[in-house]
C-alpha cells in the first residue's frame, strides 16, 4: 500500500494540464529509488487511454545517508513538465558528477535521462562549492543558473563565488561586469528564486559583490551586461545603491522589479526602502531605465505584476496593499482586513509559494490574508481584487459565523511531513480569473460534510462551485490547476471514481466538461449458459479513464451534463489551446490520475 503525500505544496501541473507531479511515501508504478526524507516523486501525463505514471527519482547510492550532504530534491520543472531541476548527491556511476559531493542535475521526465549542469570544467569542487539553493531556471528549462565557489571555467576569478549561466549543454561564466571584465570580488544569485533567469532565458540576474553594497546586473544573450541598480541622479558623482533586493521579474522578461533604501531617482525624497522597475531599453548606458514604484519609505515587497509591468501590486511594512498603475498608485487593501483583528498583516512570503496571485494582465489580485482559529471568528479568507472595478471580494467567507481557515495547501494528511517545491508557484488564479481554495466552510448547499472540501471561484458570474463533493467524511483539498483554469487538481481519500479500489490520498484530476470514460465494470463469474455478451466488459479495458464523477449530479438525465454520468461518451475537446469553459451552472467532472 502506497500513500501519495497529502500536505504542503508538493504537487504542481503543466500549464496546459496534460500531466502532474506528486510525492508519494512509497514505491509503485517503475520506481527505482527514493529521495530525501523517504519520498519518490512521480509524474502522471494524460494519453488518449487515461493516465500513465512513472516514477522520476533515480536511484541514489544504497549506503548513502540521506540527511544534510545527502539529499536528492526535485527543485524546479518546465512549464510543460517535460524537464525537472534535480539536486543529488552521489548519484552512481553518472560521468562527470563528483563523487561525494552535491550536483546539479537536468532530467528527461520522458526518457529519464540525466544531464549533468554543474560539471566543472576546470578545478575540483568541495562538498560546499555547489550551492544547490542558488540557481534560476527559464519556463522551458533549457537555461540555467547556478552559483559555485569552485572555478568551474578557467576565466572565473579564484577565491570568491561566481554565477554561471548553463545554456542548452553550454556551461559559460555570467558574473561578468559591464566592463566585459569578470566580477572579480565575486557574484551571487538568489536563494529559491527561479526568477535568477529571465522567463525567456535571455538575461541572468546577478548581485555583485557578494556583501555590502552589493549592485544587480543582468548578463544578456551572453553578450553584454546591463548594471540594473544604477543610479539616474544626473550628478557627476552618484552615490553607491545599498540594501539591493530583486522582487520579481515580469513574464515577457523585459522588466526587473527590485528594492533598495537607496536614493536613485530624484523624486525618491526618503531614507525608506522603495521599489524601483527596470526597463529593457537599447541603449541602457545613456538611456533612462528605472521608474520609481513606491514613494512612501515604508515598501515591504512586491505582491506581483503583470506580464508587461503596467500594474504592480506591492505590500507596505504595516500590511496594506497598493497597486501601482502607469504612474498613479492607489490604495488596495487595508482596513476592511483588519475587522475583529487589528494587527493582522497579508499571509505570503516575498518569495515562492506564496500566498498571493496577479493575473497575466494585472487586473485581478487573489490573495490569502493571516488568521487564526479562534472563539472571535477571526480566520484566514481568500480574497479578489478587480483593478478595474475597484472591487474587493471575498470568496471565501460564509454568509454566518466563520469556523474554518481557508487555504491553497493541501491539508488531508492530517500533519505528515512533506517537502515544499519552494521553487514552484501553484497557480490558484487562473489567466480567466477563476479563483482556487479549500476550506471547512459550507459555502454552497451542496456542501454538507462539515470537513474541508475545494471549491473554484468565478468572478464573471460571482458563482461559487465545488470541486469536490461535499460529502462523507473525508476531506477534500485543492493543490493546483492549470494557466487557464480547464484543469483543476484535488486529493482526498473519498473514492470518486471505481478504479479507485482503496482509502488512501489519491490524486484527481478535476476537467471542464470531462475527460474520459468510466471503464466497464467486471461481471461477476457466471455459467457458461447463463452468461450474457451485454454484461461483459471489454478485455484489457482501462483501469484510470473514469470521469464517472460530477458533484451535485448523481442522477441519470437528459441533461448533457448529467447524461455522462450515465456511461454516454463525453465531448472532448479537440484543440487544447481553446478549452470549453462551463456554462453558468454547469460544473466540473472528475477522474483520476492515481495510478
Not at 139 to 161: I, M, N, W, Y
Not at 325 to 340: A, D, F, K, Q, Y
Not at 393 to 403: E, N
Not at 565 to 580: T, V
Request: contains cysteine; negative net charge; glycine residues 10%.
Amino acid at each position: 500500500m502506497w500513500r501519495l503525500i497529502g500536505g504542503g505544496s508538493v504537487t504542481f501541473a503543466a500549464s496546459d494540464g496534460e500531466a502532474v507531479t506528486f510525492s508519494s511515501r512509497g514505491s509503485f508504478a517503475d520506481a527505482v529509488g527514493a529521495g530525501s526524507d523517504a519520498q519518490t516523486r512521480y509524474l502522471s501525463r494524460r494519453t488518449a487511454a487515461g493516465w500513465s505514471t512513472t516514477a522520476l527519482t533515480p536511484t541514489p547510492s544504497w549506503d548513502d545517508v540521506q540527511y544534510f550532504f545527502g539529499n536528492l530534491n526535485f527543485d524546479g520543472f518546465s512549464d510543460d513538465l517535460h524537464t525537472a531541476i534535480l539536486s543529488a548527491y552521489n548519484l552512481p556511476g553518472f560521468p562527470g558528477a563528483t563523487p561525494n559531493r552535491g550536483n546539479l542535475f537536468l532530467e528527461n521526465t520522458e526518457s529519464h535521462a540525466l544531464q549533468l549542469i554543474s560539471e566543472s570544467h576546470f578545478e575540483p569542487t568541495g562538498q560546499l562549492d555547489i550551492s544547490e539553493n542558488h540557481w534560476g531556471i527559464s519556463r522551458d528549462a533549457k537555461h540555467l543558473s547556478l552559483q559555485a565557489r569552485a572555478r568551474l571555467l578557467p576565466e572565473a576569478p579564484s577565491g570568491v563565488p561566481s554565477v554561471y549561466e548553463w545554456d542548452e549543454g553550454t556551461l559559460r561564466l555570467a558574473s561578468i561586469l559591464p566592463d566585459g571584465e569578470p566580477a572579480s570580488e565575486g557574484a551571487v544569485t538568489f536563494e529559491y528564486e527561479p526568477e535568477a533567469v529571465t522567463p525567456d532565458g535571455r538575461g541572468v540576474l546577478f548581485l555583485s559583490p557578494p556583501s555590502g553594497a552589493g549592485q544587480l546586473y543582468e548578463r544578456v544573450d551572453h553578450q553584454r551586461t546591463v548594471w540594473v541598480s544604477q543610479p539616474e541622479l544626473g550628478g557627476t558623482v552618484e552615490p553607491t545603491p545599498e540594501n539591493i533586493q530583486v522582487e520579481d521579474v515580469t513574464a515577457d522578461g523585459r522588466h526587473i522589479l527590485f528594492s533598495t533604501t537607496s536614493q536613485l531617482l530624484p523624486e525618491d525624497a526618503n531614507e525608506g526602502r522603495d521599489i524601483y522597475l527596470y526597463s529593457e531599453t537599447p541603449d541602457p548606458a545613456s538611456e533612462h531605465n528605472l521608474t520609481l514604484i513606491s514613494k512612501s519609505g515604508d515598501a515591504a515587497f512586491v505582491v506581483g505584476s503583470a506580464a508587461d509591468a503596467s500594474r504592480v501590486y506591492f505590500r507596505l511594512e504595516g500590511g496594506d496593499i497598493d497597486l501601482w498603475e502607469e504612474g498613479i498608485t492607489r490604495h488596495v487593501v487595508g482596513e476592511v482586513l483588519s475587522e475583529g483583528a487589528p494587527n493582522r498583516q497579508s499571509a505570503w512570503n516575498s518569495w515562492s509559494p506564496g500566498g498571493a496571485r496577479v493575473s497575466a494582465d494585472g487586473r485581478y489580485l487573489a490573495f490569502l490574508t493571516a488568521g487564526t482559529p479562534s472563539g472571535d471568528g477571526v480566520h484566514r479568507e481568500m480574497y479578489l481584487f478587480d483593478a478595474e472595478r475597484d472591487e474587493l471580494t471575498c470568496v471565501s467567507c460564509p454568509p454566518g459565523p466563520r469556523t474554518s481557515d481557508a487555504t491553497v495547501e493541501s491539508s488531508v494528511a492530517n500533519g505528515v511531513p512533506s517537502l515544499t517545491l519552494v521553487s514552484l508557484e501553484p497557480r490558484f488564479l487562473s489567466s480567466e480569473a477563476t479563483v482556487f481554495f479549500s476550506t471547512g466552510e459550507a459555502l454552497v448547499p451542496e456542501d454538507t460534510n462539515g470537513v474541508s472540501d475545494a471549491y473554484e471561484y468565478s468572478p464573471p458570474s460571482h458563482r461559487l462551485s465545488l470541486l469536490s463533493t461535499g460529502k462523507g467524511s473525508d476531506p477534500a483539498s485543492f493543490v493546483e490547476a492549470d494557466t487557464n483554469g480547464s484543469d483543476a487538481f484535488i486529493v482526498t481519500r473519498q473514492r470518486l471514481v471505481s478504479a479507485d479500489k482503496d482509502e488512501s490520498i489519491d490524486l484527481y484530476a478535476v476537467r471542464v466538461d470531462g475527460g474520459f470514460q468510466s471503464p466497464p465494470s467486471t461481471p461477476p463469474p457466471c455459467e457458461p449458459s447463463s452468461c450474457q455478451r451485454e454484461g461483459s466488459g471489454a478485455p484489457g479495458a482501462p483501469l484510470v479513464t473514469s470521469t464517472a464523477y460530477a458533484p451535485g449530479n448523481r442522477k441519470c438525465s437528459r441533461n448533457r451534463h448529467r447524461a455522462r454520468h450515465c456511461g454516454r461518451h463525453p465531448r472532448r475537446r479537440r484543440h487544447h489551446s481553446h478549452p470549453r469553459k462551463p456554462k453558468p451552472g454547469q460544473q466540473h467532472k472528475s477522474r483520476s490520475a492515481n495510478r
